[in-house]
């Protein structure tokens, strides 16, 4: 049964740093593309990054490049966020999500992903 748990959310002021983690099971991570996408209160879930094993694509939202950083550790099975100089429109819960092979022009859509966490909270302040 693949797992996929994430960790790290909190309140935080605008400027600061969180480094989220998603703990997967059940799957081998070095075989699957991974994932993180958001949804802000009364929005859409959206696309915020994506790190692809097979073809050594990563991808990043608009929104995060350059503040962002997606990463994984095979040998740990987990992936992180590292989300610098938040602001408060980062504020959202943030999820983690795999999936096997994914062509690029298919990783920043939600349907591509088999499996997702359950999310984690993350509150920035002005």
């Known amino acids: 049964q693949v797992q996929l748990v994430e960790s790290g959310g909190g309140l935080v002021q605008a400027g600061d740093s969180l480094r989220l983690s998603c703990a997967a099971s059940?799957?081998?991570?070095?075989?699957?593309?991974m994932a993180w996408f958001r949804q802000a209160p009364g929005k859409e879930r959206e696309f915020v990054a994506v790190?692809?094993?097979?073809?050594?694509?990563?991808f990043y939202a608009d929104s995060v490049k350059d503040r962002f950083t997606i990463s994984r550790d095979n040998g740990k099975n987990t992936v992180t966020l590292q989300m610098n100089s938040l602001k408060p429109e980062d504020t959202a819960v943030y999820y983690c999500?795999?999936?096997?092979?994914?062509?690029?022009?298919?990783?920043?859509?939600?349907?591509?992903?088999?499996?997702w966490g359950q999310g984690t909270q993350v509150t920035v302040s002005s």
């Open positions: 999500a795999a999936s096997g092979p994914v062509i690029v022009s298919q990783m920043r859509s939600q349907s591509a992903y088999e499996y």
């Open positions: 059940g799957l081998a991570l070095r075989r699957y593309t």
């Open positions: 790190n692809s094993q097979r073809t050594g694509s990563i």
